[in-house]
Each structure stands twice: as C-alpha cells, then as structure tokens.
C-alpha cells in the first residue's frame, strides 16, 4: 500500500521561501515518476516538477523554472520540492504524486496519469 506524505507548508511573504516534502513508503516498483502538483480554489489541479526516480533527471512547468527545485534522497524515500522567491500566484494546496510509468522528459504528465497521491500542504504567499 504506497503512502505519500507531505509536509512543510505554511504562510510565507511574497519573495520567502519553503521546502517542502514527500514522505514515501510502501512503494515496491523498481522506478517510478514522482512529482508536485497544486491547486488553487477554483482551479485545476497543476503539475509543477517532476522526476524520475532512474536519473532524477527534473522537468519543471515555466511558471516556476528558476525558482523551485525539485529533488529526492532515496535513502529516506522522501520527495523534496524547494520553493524559493515565492509570489502570491503560488499560494495553493500542493500535492505529492507518483506512478510506476517513468515521466516523460519534455513534460509533466497530466494528474489524472498518476496512481498515488498525498493528501497536500497548503501553501499561502501574501
């Protein structure tokens, strides 16, 4: 049974940061894509970054290239999404997901191609 459990949200100025986490476990497939997403009130859910877990090779959406960084330590199966120089247009419910199939290189797959999912962190940049 995977669980995925994150952490680390809070409140934050526009221009701070927060690192968020992923806490995994009971995952037993060799390789896996994992990655965050958030949703705003109103909004679809969005992926942010991803990564494989093979290469930890990331791919991030435009909206926060630069700014965030996503990573993992494998020994503590734990996701991490470092977001640095936040805006308000980030405040949202931020989500840990993951899925045997690898991710592809060029995109973030849609959420609804991910199989396990946290129950999220909110996020708020005022």
């Known amino acids: 049974h995977v669980q995925l459990v994150e952490s680390g949200g809070g409140s934050v100025q526009a221009g701070g940061s927060l690192r968020l986490s992923c806490a995994a476990s009971?995952?037993?497939?060799?390789?896996?894509?994992m990655g965050w997403f958030r949703q705003a009130p109103g909004k679809e859910r969005e992926g942010v970054a991803a990564?494989?877990?093979?290469?930890?090779?990331?791919y991030y959406a435009d909206s926060v290239k630069g700014r965030f960084t996503i990573s993992r330590d494998s020994a503590k199966s734990t996701l991490y999404l470092q977001m640095n120089n936040l805006k308000p247009e980030d405040s949202a419910r931020y989500f840990c997901?993951?899925?045997?199939?690898?991710?592809?290189?060029?995109?973030?797959?849609?959420?609804?191609?991910?199989?396990?999912w946290g129950q999220g962190t909110q996020v708020t940049v005022s």
């Open positions: 997901a993951a899925d045997p199939l690898s991710c592809p290189r060029n995109r973030i797959r849609s959420a609804n191609a991910f199989n396990f």
């Open positions: 009971g995952y037993t497939y060799s390789s896996y894509c």
């Open positions: 990564l494989n877990s093979r290469d930890s090779s990331p």
